[in-house]
């Protein structure tokens, strides 16, 4: 994300934009990817739980994802409206925008705060322009929208899930399409671009046949073939450096046809690469180190804090950076720092924000469960 939206904020300030090409782009593509890791997940964490305990406590898992989502959620939530609220107060939408380097006035209407009370954040954004330090809240609301749902289906419906996530797999590319070809009017067609459910789908559908067919999955050429294993991870390589495939499609099949490969590449090669990664012995791709670990950890603060930090930084580089320096230590330096700063912080606010509520995960209500996370993570 720090790629995607680094040349967009320097341009926005009118600095040098330094774009690192494909990579750039594909900001939307990473959320997809985490979409489609959250939905694995949990799903795979709510099977393990149904098969050691025989049951999955619902409220539990309700309690467990208000402990990791909302302290962050709405500090970034409430931090974000307060500072556009007050700039727009001090020099209007039209100065709000020009100080915050947004392409249009940002503006904001009583439903907001609702709006973000309600995990709704994706149709706020595509209802009101805002201010870049909220945007990263949309897939918040999409992910927290899906499990409202999700752990009573999972409990209740485990037989029917295959079914039910192709059903929103195959609705949610129908209605892609359609905005793609530009059916949707209006905010509509932001909205209906918001809705990622087709990659939590994926990941959930991944995590059930895993849980129930591993060894038979881990069997098939796409994992136990290793020339297989390298064609599909040039393929993840060539999405986010290069996009060969990509170009050729649209230049063969047009704009819609390109947008539709797109969507069914990513719903193909991500929960594969999830899968592999995590569960094939015979993988080619190895990324067990206490460092990634603890990057996984702090990876939610550095998706809501990295637009602040791009901001400070640029802000920083715009009344210090010499003009006649070469451009190629200033995208050095720039990445660096914004990387720097956004990984120091994301590692602040985990151990001494985020940590503390995330220690309250296995208790509800001041009692302890009946089965601990760690007992069902050991099961099986």
């Not at 067609?189 to 959930?204: E, I, P, S, W």
């Not at 060539?238 to 047009?254: E, I, Q, R, S």
């Not at 929960?271 to 094939?280: E, G, Q």
């Not at 702090?298 to 003009?323: R, T």
């Amino acid at each position: 994300m720090i790629f995607y939206h680094t040349p967009v904020t320097q341009q926005s300030l009118g600095l040098a934009e330094s774009s690192l090409g494909v990579l750039s782009s594909r900001g939307e593509a990473a959320v997809c990817f985490f979409f489609t890791l959250s939905g694995f997940l949990i799903t795979y964490l709510l099977l393990r739980e149904q098969g050691a305990a025989g049951t999955i406590d619902v409220g539990r898992f309700y309690f467990r994802r208000v402990c990791r989502i909302w302290p962050l959620y709405f500090t970034i939530a409430l931090v974000g409206l307060l500072c556009y609220v007050v700039f727009a107060a001090i020099g209007g939408a039209a100065a709000d925008a020009a100080r915050l380097g947004a392409r249009h006035p940002i503006q904001y209407a009583p439903l907001a705060l609702v709006l973000f009370v309600a995990f709704l954040p994706n149709l706020m954004i595509s209802l009101y322009p805002m201010g870049a330090v909220l945007a990263p809240l949309w897939s918040i609301g999409v992910e927290e929208q899906f499990y409202l749902a999700w752990a009573p289906a999972v409990k209740h419906l485990q037989k029917f899930i295959p079914l039910v996530c192709a059903v929103v797999i195959a609705i949610m590319l129908v209605a892609f399409h359609a905005n793609a070809e530009g059916r949707f009017p209006g905010w509509t067609a932001d909205f209906v671009n918001t809705m990622k459910f087709h990659y939590l789908a994926a990941g959930a559908l991944a995590a059930w046949i895993a849980a129930r067919h591993r060894e038979a999955l881990m069997g098939l050429p796409i994992f136990s073939n290793r020339g297989l294993q390298l064609g599909l991870a040039i393929l993840v390589v060539d999405f986010y450096g290069f996009d060969f495939l990509g170009g050729w499609v649209k230049d063969h099949a047009g704009a819609t046809a390109a947008a539709d490969f797109n969507e069914l590449r990513q719903l193909a090669l991500y929960p594969w690469l999830l899968l592999t990664v995590s569960m094939n012995a015979r993988n080619l791709l190895r990324f067990e180190t206490p460092w990634l670990d603890h990057f996984g950890k702090i990876s939610y603060g550095i998706y809501m804090y990295h637009i602040i930090v791009l901001y400070l930084v640029a802000g920083v580089f715009k009344l210090a950076w010499p003009s006649q320096a070469s451009f190629v230590l200033y995208t050095i330096i720039f990445y660096a720092a914004a990387i720097g700063l956004t990984l120091a912080i994301a590692h602040l606010s985990y151990t001494r924000f985020e940590r503390r509520f995330l220690q309250m995960k296995d208790y509800r209500l001041g009692w302890r469960p009946k089965l601990s996370i760690a007992k069902i993570e050991s099961a099986s």
